[in-house]
């Protein structure tokens, strides 16, 4: 426990060391954010705001998460969780980078988007099927039992990966939304880790899922000073498609993804209030949410965006605990 | 921890469910705000949003903690704790009740709150000294060994209290912000009882700590809903009286007064900062801060209140980690 407490702290503090340095950059380099024109008209006062904020998190997890890896035979687990995650911030660097050099909102192409995102969680989902501490095997939470899957692994983890990453980054829209929500995911996975440590399930992937997920935990909590309401900072995809890889990441190799939706499920209402919305009106011609995702629909609602913070917070911390009771701890 | 994380659970709902039934009443007994004329220019649009939200919240409290409060011979632990809160709550109420009937924003006399204060802080001093689980010797963090006051143990654990209070009471002022560093505060106490539990020390008294921190870890999570900013309800002296009361019979039950620096580091910035001000003002004539408690400070210097609430609860989040690791979690 004390490497990953000592790991938070650390990453907490590249956030505020490494911020300051980096803001200017980000200004230099005009990484200015344009705002989709179709999101609340309250929003148009945001265009310009920086971001790619996701930068000094992917340090600050990086070099933290490094720093405190746990020394063993199985070092290959935080490197490959890593590149993993680093490759999926690239996907979405590339995407702010179009938006913001080619002032095109949405980024990269749809098509472009899937190909990147079905080679990189194909990779995950084979280096997880053949890695020996992880397997074809997943827990079933209450009632405590495995469920082998098989090679319906190797889909199940891809749909995993991307379900995760692409509702993370439906997540972010609201000024200290997604950071808030995803320090409280990834310090509940931590325990989690911490839990299956002690309980001796699956120790030895714990204890370096326990530094990475502590790691994006205080970058996360450091991120907030950059990006509380007004934000100064956004994250940009650069930063959702990070945060979404190491939840999927520590989610898939500690074996608990049937877990997420209660885990996430901010992530999931993002998702699936998105998907509602355009069924219904390519269905019915109607629109069931004033705005998708979620959020925008609370907000165009009159709700203050601290407030839907705090909201998505507090049902996060009730879900995670659900979910750590879940494990029987 | 099952028990605890329910509790929490339960005190959640139960701010859900009381809240809108509470505030129309609230609102009939013209519980508004009368804010200080000395306070931020900006506050004084706040005037008459609700106040006395600590009402809500010490239902939840009580309830959820009575609800699962472990059931052995030292039963009578749990409704001491909960007594003393209830009379604190009390003077907070009678603090608020004058200053919304009277129009007086600054409440009862000084000499009258000293005289309460000190009446119920030698009451819960007397308890902990003659308690066979608690008794006159404290624990030293990081150098892991106890420390036996005597006698003097009861005038210490009297200054806790008065100062643990009273610092609470002036770290609210922002809105969200006293909830939600308690709830940060209040999860970590619950988590050092549990870590007591398991490691043997304290085992009497750990259970029934983490259930009433549990219980004030959800009421504040849930008052969050109405206290966010903006704030539709203020928790008023009746809340900040109540979360002061459980940190400190929490701290002093568990034998951690110490930690307290640590712990509730934001409360000890409020009264430091207070204290400074006051002095350098006699003193000198000058002012150090541009307002004081410490988050007018930031306030008048430009800081959103959202943003404030993030730094103060990540640099809770921290120190509580500290904290833990000084106890060799």
């Given at each position: 426990m004390q490497s990953a407490l000592l790991t938070l702290i650390l990453s907490f503090l590249i956030m505020m060391a490494v911020g300051p340095a980096c803001i200017p950059l980000l200004q230099r380099w005009k990484f200015g954010q344009t705002e989709r024109t179709d999101g609340p008209q309250s929003h148009l006062k945001k265009q310009g705001t920086l971001t790619m904020g996701g930068l000094i998190m992917l340090i600050a997890l990086a070099v933290s998460a490094l720093v405190f890896?746990?020394?063993?035979?199985?070092?290959h687990l935080m490197l490959a969780s890593l590149l993993f995650v680093l490759a999926f911030t690239a996907v979405g660097f590339l995407d702010d980078y179009i938006k913001v050099v080619k002032k095109r909102s949405l980024g990269l192409r749809a098509w472009q988007k899937i190909v990147f995102q079905l080679g990189l969680s194909l990779a995950l989902a084979l280096y997880c099927y053949f890695h020996e501490d992880i397997g074809s095997s997943i827990l079933v939470p209450f009632v405590n039992t495995e469920w082998d899957l098989g090679l319906w692994y190797i889909p199940f983890n891809m749909f995993v990966t991307i379900a995760v990453v692409n509702s993370a980054n439906l997540n972010d829209?609201?000024?200290?939304l997604l950071s808030s929500v995803t320090t409280v995911i990834t310090v509940t996975l931590m325990l989690i880790a911490l839990f299956m440590k002690y309980s001796g399930v699956n120790t030895a992937v714990a204890d370096t899922m326990m530094v990475l997920c502590a790691a994006m935990a205080g970058a996360c909590l450091g991120f907030l000073r950059y990006n509380a309401h007004p934000a100064r900072v956004f994250m940009g995809d650069i930063g959702s498609f990070q945060l979404g890889a190491v939840v999927a990441v520590a989610a898939l190799v500690l074996r608990i993804p049937l877990l997420l939706p209660l885990l996430a499920i901010t992530y999931v209402a993002s998702s699936l209030s998105d998907i509602i919305q355009i069924g219904s009106y390519k269905l019915r011609h109607k629109r069931v949410f004033r705005m998708a995702p979620l959020h925008h629909h609370f907000e165009l609602g009159g709700m203050s965006e601290p407030k839907i913070v705090a909201m998505y917070t507090a049902v996060t911390v009730l879900c995670c605990i659900v979910a750590l009771l879940s494990l029987g701890v």
């Open positions: 890896s746990p020394e063993d035979q199985r070092a829209g609201v000024d200290g």
